[in-house]
């Protein structure tokens, strides 16, 4: 199962919200995103999710920086550069927070967040 994740960046710092109680991964780390839908594009659930997430709007998507397979579930999560229009706020999420790259490793992220923030790390190395 395809779930996008969007790399949103503003002023050097990445967007990372806090899983709720209560989902798998609850209290991890982690971009902002979700499942696909059956039949709907990566562009599609990107603006939705990121809509109903955070109250914002997808201005662009870019192409698929790194897919990685989320240890012990069915899911393969599409880490993709994104820009929004508005402030986000965690509708969905305990929290949210915006991480300079260097500050990321100390955030507790969920598995397949973290195998993508150690490439980013590794590429700027």
Request: charged residues 25%.
């Amino acid at each position: 199962m395809r779930v996008v994740a969007a790399v949103i960046e503003r002023g050097g710092r990445l967007l990372l919200c806090r899983r709720p109680e209560g989902k798998r991964h609850a209290g991890l780390w982690e971009f902002p995103g979700g499942k696909l839908l059956p039949g709907e594009s990566v562009l599609a659930a990107a603006r939705r999710e990121l809509g109903e997430e955070l109250g914002v709007e997808l201005s662009s998507l870019g192409g698929c920086l790194l897919a990685v397979a989320d240890p012990g579930s069915p899911y393969v999560v599409e880490f993709h550069r994104a820009e929004i229009a508005g402030e986000p706020a965690a509708l969905e999420h305990s929290a949210l927070a915006w991480a300079a790259p260097n500050e990321l490793a100390g955030y507790d992220l969920a598995p397949s967040d973290r195998a993508f923030v150690q490439q980013i790390l590794a590429a700027r190395a």
